[in-house]
């Protein structure tokens, strides 16, 4: 395990484990919102790109994505959620109820968040295992357009 600082945090991270976790062949959801955050994790903004790099994580393989319709802005909501090996060592943690300025982080269009709870988290995954919840503003990149 690694010691690192990222954003209000301090982890312990397992870099080698996570890695090695994302490069599995991982069943991901084939729905048009999905793949329009997948197609939109290739043109994220490079200091979104470096959080992720620093857990291991392929940004493209969340466990968990929901999206959650089209603001006026044109930007659609969508909230997920990470695994890591590895486990909180300095800052709060984030819970449904208590998702603000103090447990949560923000950078450009994503909001991150860790959360003590585990929900959906693979059980493929190394222990210690830490959840990284995140809430994200993505415009629709595809050319295809969902119905809604
Ligand atoms: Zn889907």
Redesign the pocket.
């Given at each position: 395990m690694k010691k690192i600082h990222l954003m209000k945090w301090v982890l312990e991270v397992d870099l080698q484990q996570t890695k090695e976790f994302y490069l599995k062949d991982l069943e991901m959801?084939s729905?048009l919102?999905?793949e329009n955050y997948m197609e939109a994790c290739r043109q994220m903004d490079s200091s979104i790109k470096l959080v992720f790099t620093m857990l291991g994580i392929t940004p493209s393989k969340p466990s968990h994505?929901s999206e959650f319709g089209e603001n006026e802005d044109g930007l659609r909501l969508y909230i997920g959620s990470y695994h890591v090996v590895g486990k909180l060592v300095e800052g709060e943690y984030c819970r449904d109820s208590e998702w603000n300025d103090t447990t949560t982080a923000r950078m450009k269009n994503f909001t991150f968040g860790f959360k003590k709870e585990l929900l959906f988290a693979p059980n493929e995954l190394k222990t210690p295992v830490l959840q990284l919840d995140f809430e994200a503003r993505i415009p629709w990149v595809l050319n295809e357009k969902p119905e809604d």
């Open positions: 959801c729905c919102y999905c994505l």
